[in-house]
C-alpha cells in the first residue's frame, strides 16, 4: 500500500479529493473526520494538515502528498516535485498599510519588522535583496499585525487580493507564486515510482480534459476543407457518415474551451447542424 498525504481540511482539500475522484480513485473514508481512507488501487490516503504534508512526506511517513507549492517551500525540505495541479492558485506577497509609503520593496527600511506565517521565505526573501528587517513570526491572520503595531509590513497569501484591500493593504512585491502540488518521498523505491508515475498520468489526464470539450456536429459534405481550417482537433477531426445524413457528415473533434465559442459560431456560418458539446472526463493524448 503507498500512503498519499492529502489536506483534511481548507482551502485545497475540497478540490483535491474531486481530482481524486475524477481520476478514478475515490476517496472511500469511512465518515467525515476519517484520517485515512482507501483510494482504490494501490493507494491509501492519510489526512493531515496541509502545513505538516511536506513533512511526513519529506520523513517518508508518506511516499507522496498534495499541498501547497507555499508550504513545500516554507518547510524547505527535500521533496520531489512530480506534478503542478494548477489550482489553489495564490501568491506569496510583501504587503504594506497603504498610507505607509511603501510602494516597492525597495521601500522596506532596515529594521523593520515584517509579519508573516511564512518566516523562512520571508527572511530568505529580504536576505537575497541585502534588507535587514525583523521577522515577526505568527500562525495566522498575518494582515492585522500592522494594525495592531506589531509588524510594519507582512508577508501574505493572496489570490484575489480582496483581504488584503478590505486590511487597507496595498501589495508591493510578490516572493512566490504558489499552486497545489504532487510531491514525492525522493527515496521511494522502484514500485513505489512506478506507482506515482501512473498517478501522476492518471491526475494528468483528469487536467487535461478540464480545458477541452468534445464537439459533434452535422456539416455540409461540400464545406469539410472549410471545417478542417476550424476544427483541427488533437490530429484533425474524426469525420463519420451519417445515415440518411444526404449530403451532410458528422464531424467530432476536441476543442479548446478557450476557443470553444469562435468555432461553434465559425461552424454555424458553414452551415453546420446538430452542434453538440459536451465535457471530457479523461484525455490521453
Ligand atoms: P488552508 O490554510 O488549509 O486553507 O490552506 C492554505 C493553502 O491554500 C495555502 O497554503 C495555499 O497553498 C492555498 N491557497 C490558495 N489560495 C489561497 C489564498 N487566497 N489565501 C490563502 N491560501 C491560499
Known amino acids: 500500500m503507498l500512503k498519499i498525504a492529502l489536506p483534511n481540511k481548507g482551502r485545497l482539500s475540497e478540490e483535491v479529493r474531486e481530482l481524486f475522484n475524477d481520476a478514478g480513485l475515490e476517496v472511500r473514508a469511512r465518515g467525515e473526520r476519517a484520517l485515512t481512507a482507501s483510494l482504490g488501487g494501490e493507494f491509501e490516503a492519510i489526512f493531515v494538515r496541509a502545513q505538516d504534508i511536506p513533512e511526513f512526506v519529506a520523513d517518508g511517513a508518506a511516499q507522496a502528498g498534495v499541498t501547497g507549492w507555499d508550504l513545500v517551500n516554507e518547510a524547505g525540505r527535500e521533496l520531489e ?163 440518411n445524413g444526404g449530403h451532410f457528415v458528422a464531424v467530432h473533434a476536441v476543442v479548446s474551451t478557450r476557443t470553444l465559442y469562435r468555432t461553434v459560431n465559425a461552424l454555424k456560418a458553414l452551415g453546420g447542424q446538430g452542434i453538440l458539446v459536451t465535457r471530457i472526463e479523461r484525455l490521453m493524448a
Open 81 to 243: 516535485p512530480l506534478m503542478d495541479l494548477e489550482f489553489g492558485r495564490c501568491r506569496l506577497v510583501v504587503a504594506a498599510r497603504d498610507e505607509s509609503g511603501i510602494a516597492r520593496a525597495e521601500d522596506v527600511k532596515d529594521g523593520m519588522r515584517v509579519a508573516s506565517c511564512f518566516p523562512r521565505l520571508t527572511q530568505a526573501f529580504f536576505q537575497q535583496r541585502g534588507q535587514k528587517v525583523t521577522v515577526v513570526p505568527v500562525s495566522g491572520a498575518a494582515e492585522i499585525a500592522p494594525h495592531l503595531g506589531i509588524a510594519d509590513i507582512v508577508v501574505d497569501l493572496t489570490s484575489t487580493g480582496s483581504t488584503l484591500k478590505m486590511n487597507g493593504l496595498r501589495e508591493v512585491a510578490t516572493v512566490l507564486e504558489s499552486s497545489a502540488r504532487l510531491v514525492a518521498y525522493p527515496r521511494n523505491g522502484s514500485d513505489a515510482r512506478r506507482a506515482l508515475e501512473e498517478l501522476t498520468q492518471a491526475l494528468g489526464s483528469v487536467l487535461a480534459a478540464r480545458g477541452q470539450r468534445y464537439l459533434m456536429a452535422n456539416v455540409p459534405k461540400t464545406s469539410l476543407e472549410k471545417v478542417r481550417e476550424v476544427l483541427p482537433g488533437l490530429n484533425g477531426p474524426t469525420v463519420v457518415d451519417v445515415m
